[in-house]
T-cell receptor
Framework: SQTIHQWPATLVQPVGSPLSLECTVE??????LYWYRQAAGRGLQLLFY??????ISSEVPQNLSASRPQDRQFILSSKKLLLSDSGFYLC??????????FGPGTRLTVL | KQEVTQIPAALSVPEGENLVLNCSFT??????LQWFRQDPGKGLTSLLLIQSSQREQTSGRLNASLDKSSGRSTLYIAASQPGDSATYLC???????????FGPGTRLSVLP
């Protein structure tokens, strides 16, 4: 069966510090991978998606970047965090445009 | 551009009631529609996926229907329980590109 992992679960970082969030998927090959952000009391915002290794599409211009170094690994990064980067970050996968599955999320607080 | 809305935004019901959550989408050319549940501070859990060729999908006390021509889907929850309290979201794949479009969600509270 397929499993999706995200870490860390919780992160508190100072403004201006770097960020690296990791997501890995097990049990499937060549998935579409997605990074979403959910700000407090707001809906899901798609940040990045990837249809293959090294292929990244950005939906929103921002302080963040994403990379896909391996088929089932998706990384969200920032060189310098802003207060507005605080939120709940969710990784998800799907096989093309079929059912989408989400990870447990990372709660990021930037102070 | 596909847009998804959900009504109501919030709903509070006593335990045992049957209830209906609504999801509307503007572009009827969808491959499927997916319903999710999100508990506070948690990720989204997939509840039901309805393919465009289907009209209904059932899982336990949940039943989801899809009417593509009218751009609507409903999630029916039978005999609601306090454990059903969560936010329910619907989502559709895009007409082009790879990004799914999500509704804003309905926050459900089932009171014991």
């Amino acid at each position: 069966s397929q499993t999706i992992h995200q870490w860390p679960a919780t992160l508190v970082q100072p403004v201006g510090s770097p960020l690296s969030l990791e997501c890995t998927v097990e049990g499937t090959s060549n998935p579409n991978l997605y990074w979403y952000r959910q700000a407090a009391g707001r809906g899901l915002q798609l940040l990045f998606y990837s249809v293959g290794i090294g292929q990244i599409s950005s939906e929103v211009p921002q302080n963040l970047s994403a990379s896909r170094p391996q088929d089932r690994q998706f990384i969200l990064s920032s060189k310098k965090l802003l207060l507005s980067d605080s939120g709940f970050y969710l990784c998800a996968w799907s096989v093309r445009l079929s059912e989408q599955f989400f990870g447990p999320g990372t709660r990021l607080t930037v102070l | 551009k596909q847009e998804v809305t959900q009504i109501p935004a919030a709903l509070s019901v006593p335990e045992g009631e049957n209830l209906v959550l609504n999801c509307s989408f503007t572009d009827s050319a969808i491959y499927n529609l997916q319903w999710f549940r999100q508990d506070p501070g948690k990720g989204l859990t997939s509840l039901l996926l309805i393919q465009s060729s289907q009209r209904e999908q059932t899982s336990g006390r949940l039943n989801a229907s899809l009417d593509k021509s009218s751009g609507r889907s409903t999630l029916y929850i039978a005999a609601s329980q306090p454990g059903d309290s969560a936010t329910y979201l619907c989502a559709v794949p895009p007409s082009y590109g790879q990004n799914f479009v999500f509704g804003p969600g309905t926050r459900l509270s089932v009171l014991p």
